[in-house]
């Protein structure tokens, strides 16, 4: 029986190649769209998990009160992984280590800039990378010593065996390697190519000796013995620095490590989601354009009615009972949707390198996973069952005997549900399109806002090797500036458009003692102001001409409203335990978050050397190529070991809209393939309404219609459907995309442009796609629809 219906299938596929093309090409499309898409969400859900004891691993979090607002994050003191050790019950292991930095490693001729982490033994114990070479017990604990990740051992010594091999770190200190691991995971928060002991660290860095409570300067990573012990760990953290410190506020927690990527978004020190609700969101795009896909497969099924009529009348009356014709029809919809997934991998096969170049990340198909084929054949029965459920249900349920008689099926039950999957298929279309248009509206209105300094034509270089020395980068600024490639230089301790340092440690009078503040604190050096294009609201900025500047500060807008200090200039500041003058008040400006108010910050003269960058303001009357060039050939003249590593500060800015940018393109690409797939519905209902009203139109062509009024009466019918779908999408998309907006400080309006937009594109869609059809309808002679009568 099996076979027969399979041949029946097939004649009926080749028979009617028109729908089984339009059929064929929306469910791989559709498939396809769901596959990416489900892809990209098992790659993001997969974030830390691949370690073996990742489940009961976490990340220390702090938070802090200030001005009525907790901030949380995860940068914890150089002293919590000890503290945390030794007094938290359940601790198996505790770990502190840097955030990965970029740092030199030179073997002979080659010198390559790597992500360095320096951490402890315990990193290795918690995080179990798996090791090549090497003695996982007994690495970390030597300070010249060094592990590489396989990747990074094939760059510096090729094929040859790495083991007791030597490389120098910033061309100082000698270290040894002593364990080769595999590739920190692609889907890991920690991405790395070296990593280095703790005590290395201590050594090149003094001020890391210092056992301050209030300088949040690394990460904390703890593994608990069970997850039992987790209540019990997690509330004892929670006083863990008012114990260390007795002013200090801040209260900490431990966040699981498979939540660290996902739900990274706290609110009043609780986290309240992340990244996650972008996965829910590109999960449910997913979900509904294969449902869109199953829809149109229904109504041009189903717009073939009058044809399958007597192939079923006859059926039955030889007789083939319901339950064979349902398992006809069904087996026609499961071999329409395998040949649909062999299309389908074709076209992911060719779209994923465009995905990935557009992601920065390597979505690849997993063959050998056998999960990824139980996957995949769950996908395809569940779309060939749910595609082909309604034709075979409603093509079975034809009586034979009114059928073979000639007698026209009545539509107006088909036609109604078939107008509800349009209307169904055109609400989402419609809400993709307002949500599309608001992420578009806001990615531009936060890029284009005012960011209190001028980006144009600012250029970062790193600080390394000799440029580490102030008399070094005095000699460039002196030699950048005499060259006319720039026209202003300065210094800045961490990257200009990224977090990092920030303390609780500040005190000043009038201060609440029982609130806590932190600020960010950045190291400048002179003429800062004015490279990078900012403004001072009040007093002065650091000038060589006051000897005295080592004991002031400075404070932005944000700290002075924190503070509420109402004469800012004069106002002593106690910084970590020195007191400090603030002589000038300098514009807010954006350093971290684009999206999110400007924190209080602090800059104090960099005298310690702890500038990581030197920005350069190039001059606007020179061309831009041969300053670059200038640039690289003056870095290079002072420190020769280096790659000169530089880059335009708006290039760095652009990063933070990483996420927008991927929900809008994506929205936007896979938006469009559910509108395409739509309109294959649509196509097909229009098909059905011109079979079944043809002699109704001849008719009116007899009588003197036009074609234009034939068009007309066609299209009038299916702008209906559209106009419904759409006052059933607007509120939906406005929920939505009022909730997505919420979780900014900075957001645009919503306006009534998103909403007239989807309204033009869903019109025009549908008048287009109906007018293919309605024209052959409305231009065919009325003589071959009328002649049988």
């Given at each position: 029986?099996?076979?027969?219906?399979?041949?029946?299938?097939?004649?009926?596929?080749?028979?009617?190649?028109?729908?089984?093309?339009?059929?064929?090409?929306?469910?791989a499309i559709g498939l396809a769209?769901?596959?990416?898409?489900?892809?990209?969400?098992?790659?993001?859900?997969?974030?830390?998990?691949?370690?073996?004891?990742?489940?009961?691993?976490?990340?220390?979090?702090?938070?802090?009160?200030?001005?009525?607002?907790?901030?949380?994050?995860?940068?914890?003191?150089?002293?919590?992984?000890?503290?945390?050790?030794?007094?938290?019950?359940?601790?198996?292991?505790?770990?502190?280590?840097?955030?990965?930095?970029?740092?030199?490693?030179?073997?002979?001729?080659?010198?390559?800039?790597?992500?360095?982490?320096?951490?402890?033994?315990?990193?290795?114990?918690?995080?179990?990378?798996?090791?090549?070479?090497?003695?996982?017990?007994?690495?970390?604990?030597?300070?010249?010593?060094?592990?590489?990740?396989?990747?990074?051992?094939?760059?510096?010594?090729?094929?040859?065996?790495?083991?007791?091999?030597?490389?120098?770190?910033?061309?100082?200190?000698?270290?040894?390697?002593?364990?080769?691991?595999?590739?920190?995971?692609?889907?890991?928060?920690?991405?790395?190519?070296?990593?280095?002991?703790?005590?290395?660290?201590?050594?090149?860095?003094?001020?890391?000796?210092?056992?301050?409570?209030?300088?949040?300067?690394?990460?904390?990573?703890?593994?608990?013995?069970?997850?039992k012990f987790f209540e019990a760990?997690?509330?004892?953290?929670?006083?863990?620095?008012?114990?260390?410190?007795?002013?200090?506020?801040?209260?900490?927690?431990?966040?699981?490590?498979?939540?660290?990527?996902?739900?990274?978004?706290?609110?009043?020190?609780?986290?309240?989601?992340?990244?996650?609700?972008?996965?829910?969101?590109?999960?449910?795009?997913?979900?509904?354009?294969?449902?869109?896909?199953?829809?149109?497969?229904?109504?041009?099924?189903?717009?073939?009615?009058?044809?399958?009529?007597?192939?079923?009348?006859?059926?039955?009356?030889?007789?083939?009972?319901?339950?064979?014709?349902?398992?006809?029809?069904?087996?026609?919809?499961?071999?329409?949707?395998?040949?649909?997934?062999?299309?389908?991998?074709?076209?992911?096969?060719?779209?994923?390198?465009?995905?990935?170049?557009?992601?920065?990340?390597?979505?690849?198909?997993?063959?050998?996973?056998?999960?990824?084929?139980?996957?995949?054949?769950?996908?395809?029965?569940?779309?060939?069952?749910?595609?082909?459920?309604?034709?075979?249900?409603?093509?079975?349920?034809?009586?034979?005997?009114?059928?073979?008689?000639?007698?026209?099926?009545?539509?107006?039950?088909?036609?109604?549900?078939?107008?509800?999957?349009?209307?169904?298929?055109?609400?989402?279309?419609?809400?993709?399109?307002?949500?599309?248009?608001?992420?578009?509206?806001?990615?531009?209105?936060?890029?284009?806002?005012?960011?209190?300094?001028?980006?144009?034509?600012?250029?970062?270089?790193?600080?390394?090797?000799?440029?580490?020395?102030?008399?070094?980068?005095?000699?460039?600024?002196?030699?950048?500036?005499?060259?006319?490639?720039?026209?202003?230089?300065?210094?800045?301790?961490?990257?200009?458009?990224?977090?990092?340092?920030?303390?609780?440690?500040?005190?000043?009078?009038?201060?609440?003692?029982?609130?806590?503040?932190?600020?960010?604190?950045?190291?400048?050096?002179?003429?800062?102001?004015?490279?990078?294009?900012?403004?001072?609201?009040?007093?002065?900025?650091?000038?060589?001409?006051?000897?005295?500047?080592?004991?002031?500060?400075?404070?932005?807008?944000?700290?002075?409203?924190?503070?509420?200090?109402?004469?800012?200039?004069?106002?002593?500041?106690?910084?970590?335990?020195?007191?400090?003058?603030?002589?000038?008040?300098?514009?807010?400006?954006?350093?971290?978050?684009?999206?999110?108010?400007?924190?209080?910050?602090?800059?104090?003269?960099?005298?310690?050397?702890?500038?990581?960058?030197?920005?350069?303001?190039?001059?606007?009357?020179?061309?831009?190529?041969?300053?670059?060039?200038?640039?690289?050939?003056?870095?290079?003249?002072?420190?020769?070991?280096?790659?000169?590593?530089?880059?335009?500060?708006?290039?760095?800015?652009?990063?933070?809209?990483?996420?927008?940018?991927?929900?809008?393109?994506?929205?936007?690409?896979?938006?469009?393939?559910?509108?395409?797939?739509?309109c294959l519905g649509l196509l097909?209902?229009?098909?059905?309404?011109?079979?079944?009203?043809?002699?109704?139109?001849?008719?009116?062509?007899?009588?003197?219609?036009?074609?234009?009024?034939?068009?007309?009466?066609?299209?009038?019918?299916?702008?209906?459907?559209?106009?419904?779908?759409?006052?059933?999408?607007?509120?939906?998309?406005?929920?939505?995309?009022?909730?997505?907006?919420?979780?900014?400080?900075?957001?645009?309006?919503?306006?009534?442009?998103?909403?007239?937009?989807?309204?033009?594109?869903?019109?025009?869609?549908?008048?287009?796609?109906?007018?293919?059809?309605?024209?052959?309808?409305?231009?065919?002679?009325?003589?071959?629809?009328?002649?049988?009568?």
């Amino acid at each position: 029986m099996f076979k027969l219906n399979l041949k029946i299938a097939l004649r009926n596929l080749w028979k009617n190649k028109g729908f089984s093309l339009i059929n064929i090409g929306g469910l791989a499309i559709g498939l396809a769209s769901c596959m990416v898409l489900l892809i990209y969400v098992a790659y993001e859900w997969g974030y830390d998990k691949q370690f073996a004891n990742s489940d009961k691993t976490y990340v220390v979090y702090q938070n802090v009160v200030a001005n009525g607002k907790t901030f949380s994050w995860a940068w914890t003191p150089n002293v919590m992984a000890a503290e945390v050790q030794e007094k938290i019950p359940g601790v198996k292991y505790a770990s502190h280590s840097t955030y990965p930095r970029p740092n030199l490693i030179t073997v002979g001729d080659k010198r390559i800039s790597s992500k360095v982490v320096f951490t402890d033994p315990n990193f290795l114990k918690i995080l179990d990378y798996k090791f090549i070479k090497g003695n996982p017990a007994q690495v970390l604990k030597d300070v010249n010593t060094i592990i590489l990740t396989k990747s990074f051992a094939q760059k510096l010594f090729g094929n040859e065996d790495p083991i007791n091999k030597t490389v120098k770190l910033e061309n100082q200190d000698v270290l040894k390697v002593e364990a080769v691991i595999e590739d920190a995971p692609a889907n890991s928060s920690i991405n790395f190519e070296c990593i280095m002991p703790w005590a290395l660290f201590v050594k090149r860095e003094y001020w890391v000796k210092e056992s301050n409570w209030g300088n949040n300067m690394c990460l904390t990573l703890v593994q608990l013995k069970d997850n039992k012990f987790f209540e019990a760990a997690n509330s004892s953290m929670n006083g863990i620095y008012k114990r260390n410190q007795k002013d200090n506020l801040a209260v900490a927690l431990l966040h699981p490590l498979t939540k660290w990527h996902l739900y990274a978004d706290f609110e009043n020190g609780k986290s309240i989601g992340g990244k996650i609700d972008q996965l829910k969101i590109f999960l449910l795009l997913a979900f509904c354009i294969l449902l869109i896909a199953c829809v149109n497969f229904m109504n041009l099924s189903t717009a073939r009615s009058d044809g399958r009529a007597k192939e079923v009348g006859v059926r039955k009356a030889i007789g083939s009972s319901r339950k064979s014709l349902i398992s006809q029809f069904l087996l026609e919809s499961v071999l329409l949707t395998f040949i649909s997934t062999a299309l389908a991998f074709i076209l992911v096969e060719v779209s994923l390198p465009y995905f990935n170049n557009l992601l920065s990340i390597k979505l690849i198909i997993d063959y050998k996973n056998i999960g990824f084929w139980v996957a995949l054949l769950s996908l395809m029965t569940f779309t060939g069952f749910i595609a082909g459920s309604y034709p075979a249900l409603y093509l079975s349920s034809f009586e034979p005997i009114k059928v073979l008689k000639g007698f026209k099926i009545k539509t107006d039950s088909s036609v109604s549900v078939r107008k509800v999957l349009v209307v169904g298929q055109f609400v989402f279309a419609a809400c993709l399109i307002v949500c599309t248009a608001v992420i578009y509206q806001q990615l531009n209105y936060v890029k284009n806002k005012p960011i209190g300094y001028d980006q144009s034509n600012l250029v970062q270089i790193s600080v390394e090797g000799k440029l580490h020395e102030g008399s070094k980068r005095d000699l460039l600024k002196e030699q950048l500036l005499k060259s006319g490639a720039v026209t202003n230089v300065s210094s800045f301790s961490s990257d200009v458009t990224e977090g990092g340092n920030n303390t609780t440690n500040i005190e000043w009078e009038g201060k609440n003692p029982n609130e806590v503040i932190s600020f960010n604190h950045r190291a400048i050096n002179y003429d800062f102001i004015e490279t990078i294009g900012t403004k001072l609201i009040s007093g002065r900025e650091f000038s060589p001409k006051f000897k005295n500047d080592t004991n002031n500060v400075m404070l932005n807008e944000a700290a002075v409203k924190m503070m509420g200090l109402k004469k800012p200039l004069g106002a002593v500041i106690t910084f970590w335990g020195t007191k400090l003058t603030n002589i000038g008040v300098v514009k807010d400006f954006v350093v971290e978050n684009a999206y999110q108010k400007v924190a209080p910050m602090i800059f104090y003269l960099d005298t310690d050397n702890n500038a990581t960058v030197i920005l350069a303001r190039l001059n606007p009357n020179q061309n831009i190529s041969s300053s670059l060039e200038k640039i690289d050939e003056l870095v290079k003249e002072i420190e020769s070991n280096y790659p000169v590593n530089r880059k335009f500060v708006n290039e760095s800015f652009e990063v933070k809209f990483q996420d927008e940018k991927l929900l809008g393109t994506l929205s936007n690409w896979f938006g469009g393939f559910a509108i395409f797939i739509s309109c294959l519905g649509l196509l097909g209902l229009a098909l059905f309404m011109a079979e079944q009203r043809k002699k109704e139109i001849s008719i009116r062509k007899v009588l003197g219609a036009s074609t234009g009024n034939i068009l007309t009466l066609l299209n009038k019918d299916f702008i209906k459907l559209v106009a419904i779908a759409n006052v059933i999408a607007f509120p939906l998309a406005y929920v939505v995309i009022n909730k997505w907006l919420s979780t900014f400080d900075y957001r645009v309006s919503i306006s009534f442009l998103p909403f007239a937009l989807a309204i033009v594109i869903s019109v025009l869609i549908a008048v287009l796609t109906v007018s293919i059809q309605s024209i052959k309808v409305a231009k065919a002679n009325p003589i071959d629809a009328l002649k049988y009568e």
